[in-house]
């Protein structure tokens, strides 16, 4: 089971506090109106959150992959949506820090951390969902710039990104080898955010189309080498897996804890519904099932941040487990409240759409068991 140092655990602490006093009142409007409370952003960036998972010499503070999953999973326990947003702000993983050069990282850290800038991870398209190889949007080299022109869809802060992590073909004949990451800053020349999409759940959160139409790139942003785009996107998934299986774990933990207080409090046929065996053993599954998937979590932030071979495919088996746990979970909760758990007066009904997401993005979970069935045979 996780044990969480005295540090963490006064984290843990912070974040709590500040969802419990700003988040929670607005969860239920912010889903209703899809309008995301940015104020939430300056709390956690007043109590430090906004840099903690940067590296000290781009003036954050360093800290390690279970911490973040830690604080992904507290916020997850309030509102997903926003837990899914500061995966963009906070994101220790993006492509600029796993493979940018030294002057990328100082341009461009400092400025997400003073501007409190969120980013945009771009890969998806209309014809290329979890066949990411078969990718359209196009990269040509003119001069010192790339010319980037093509149609993305489903990117996460699509219309609200201080800078966008656009994937794109610049040498067609390698196929997989032939995408290359690019840095594009906000405000680009041709590069336009098109409609929010209107969700089922995270329905805070941004997820826009967009449309690259000449928008030329400085050759210095190009991530990484020409050619090792689709690499990039994998291990930049890792991360974007492991931070699903938190958001997995506190929206259970959420869930949970509001369906047990229910149950304690409705009261059929004189007595508390939580006192019925069949109530009891319900509870007593999902919160086996919801340990179960935390443990499988923190193991997987614990392999990628000691950068282990099975990383990966432990990420990938969190991502699945956790997502699946939190569908089931939630769809039990619902069946606690009886009735009332499909009114917009009670939260479960939220939550029971927030997790189906997690099934989805991030690869979708037929595809994370395609990546684990590889590490086992490979
Ligand atoms: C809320 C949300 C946020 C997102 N954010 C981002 C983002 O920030 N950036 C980004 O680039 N993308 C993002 N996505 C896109 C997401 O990653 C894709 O939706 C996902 O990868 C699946 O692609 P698709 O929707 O085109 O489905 P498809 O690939 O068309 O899949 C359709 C069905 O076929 C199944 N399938 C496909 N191939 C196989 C196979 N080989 N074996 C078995 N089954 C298969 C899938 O599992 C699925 O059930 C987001 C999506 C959502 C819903």
């Known amino acids: 089971m996780v044990q969480f140092t005295q540090e963490q655990e006064m984290i843990r602490q912070t974040v709590n506090r500040i969802c419990r006093e700003k988040l929670a009142p607005k969860v239920g409007e912010v889903d209703r109106t899809c309008e995301f409370p940015w104020d939430i952003i300056q709390e956690f960036a007043g109590a430090g959150l906004r840099r903690m998972f940067f590296p000290v010499q781009y ?20 509102n997903t949506a926003t837990a899914h947003t ?26 997400l951390i003073r501007e409190n800038g969120v980013t945009c991870l771009s890969i998806t398209e209309p014809n290329a969902g ?8 196009r990269a040509v080299k003119d001069g010192d710039h790339y010319v980037l022109n093509g149609r ?34 906000k405000g680009t020349p041709g590069l336009n955010a098109g409609r929010v999409e209107d969700k ?65 409090s409705r009261v059929q046929f004189k007595q508390p519904v939580a006192q019925f065996q069949g109530m009891q053993f319900m509870f007593a599954d999902m919160a086996t099932h919801l340990e179960a998937a935390r443990s499988l979590t923190y193991e997987a932030a614990r392999r990628l941040e000691a950068n282990d071979g099975s990383a990966s495919m432990f990420c990938a088996m969190a991502k699945l487990f956790s997502s699946d746990m939190a569908m089931k979970l939630t769809v039990d909760a619902v069946q606690a409240l009886g009735g009332y758990g499909v009114l917009r007066d009670h939260p479960v009904e939220r939550i029971m759409r927030d997790a189906k997401i997690l099934q989805i993005f991030d690869g979708t979970n037929q595809i994370q068991r395609l990546i684990i069935a590889r590490g086992i045979l490979r």
């Open 59 to 78: 003036g954050g503070l360093g800290r390690d992959l279970v911490t973040n999953a830690m604080v992904v999973e507290e916020i997850a326990k309030f």
């Open 200 to 264: 089922l759940g995270l329905r805070a959160s941004n997820v826009a189309e967009l449309t690259l139409e000449d928008v030329r790139v400085p050759a210095e942003n190009l991530i990484g080498k020409e050619g090792e785009g689709f690499k990039i996107c994998m291990v930049t998934l890792d991360k974007a897996r492991l931070d699903a299986a938190a958001m997995g774990v506190g929206l259970a933990q959420g869930a949970l804890d509001y369906a047990v207080a229910y149950a304690k």
């Open 130 to 137: 979890s066949d990411v190889a078969s990718m359209e949007t």
């Open 152 to 185: 993305k869809c489903f990117a996460t802060n699509g219309s609200v990104a201080l800078l966008y992590f656009i994937f794109a073909v610049s040498l067609p004949e390698e196929g997989a080898h032939g995408i290359s990451c690019f840095l594009v800053e």
């Open 86 to 111: 500061f995966c963009g702000i906070a994101n220790s993983r993006n492509p600029l820090l796993l493979t940018g050069t030294e002057e990328q990282k100082r341009k461009y850290i400092p400025m």
